[in-house]
């Protein structure tokens, strides 16, 4: 009835509108979960980092931009939107007693310290992602595989900063 171009068209539409939908509603409260874990920041003990030598807080978050690949389903008709935010870990000194605005203020001068590698980072991420199939991104255990696989192929990149975590704050797969 419909060419197959048109009905490609009708699915990404669908995919897009569902995936704003779900920024516009945050119903599983992602948002304000990462929110929360940054003010509270300041009150936790800090860890040791091995590898500098120094003592350092859980991290400051480095969100990646939003996207949506291809995955490697054959035929190519299967997408993923997904965004991936990074938790780099920083001397716990410089996060000692922030909260709210002076947190946020740290998150943006690690933003455009990050600036250069950012799209070396997205081609990295972008390149992983669409290298894998749908059957494996639908389990826990993928999306868990996926996060350690990241983190692997990340880390490199972020050589400044340890990389503490990987989180997916969205993933759809249409």
């Given at each position: 009835m419909?060419?197959?171009?048109?009905?490609?068209?009708?699915v990404v539409?669908?995919?897009?509108?569902v995936?704003a939908?779900?920024?516009?509603?945050?119903p599983?409260?992602?948002?304000?979960?990462?929110?929360k874990?940054a003010?509270?920041?300041?009150?936790?003990a800090?860890a040791?980092?091995?590898a500098?030598?120094?003592?350092?807080a859980?991290?400051?978050?480095y969100s990646?931009?939003e996207?949506?690949?291809?995955?490697?389903?054959?035929?190519g008709?299967?997408?993923l939107?997904?965004?991936?935010?990074?938790?780099?870990?920083?001397?716990a000194?410089?996060?000692?007693?922030?909260?709210g605005?002076?947190?946020?203020?740290k998150?943006?001068?690690l933003?455009?310290?990050?600036?250069?590698?950012?799209p070396?980072i997205?081609d990295?991420i972008?390149?992983h992602?669409?290298?894998?199939?749908?059957?494996e991104?639908?389990?826990?255990?993928?999306?868990?595989t996926?996060?350690e696989?990241?983190?692997?192929r990340?880390?490199?990149?972020?050589?400044?900063?340890p990389?503490?975590?990987?989180?997916?704050?969205q993933?759809?797969i249409?």
């Amino acid at each position: 009835m419909f060419p197959k171009k048109w009905m490609l068209f009708a699915v990404v539409a669908v995919a897009l509108g569902v995936g704003a939908l779900t920024l516009t509603l945050d119903p599983f409260g992602a948002k304000a979960a990462l929110a929360k874990k940054a003010e509270g920041q300041g009150a936790h003990a800090p860890a040791e980092d091995s590898a500098h030598g120094e003592s350092t807080a859980r991290g400051l978050m480095y969100s990646t931009k939003e996207r949506v690949v291809n995955l490697a389903d054959p035929g190519g008709f299967r997408y993923l939107k997904v965004e991936v935010v990074l938790e780099l870990g920083v001397p716990a000194k410089e996060l000692e007693g922030l909260k709210g605005e002076g947190y946020k203020k740290k998150q943006e001068e690690l933003a455009k310290e990050m600036a250069p590698v950012a799209p070396v980072i997205d081609d990295a991420i972008t390149a992983h992602l669409s290298s894998r199939l749908a059957s494996e991104l639908l389990t826990a255990s993928g999306k868990a595989t996926l996060r350690e696989e990241l983190k692997e192929r990340l880390a490199p990149l972020v050589h400044s900063h340890p990389l503490k975590g990987i989180y997916l704050t969205q993933f759809i797969i249409q």
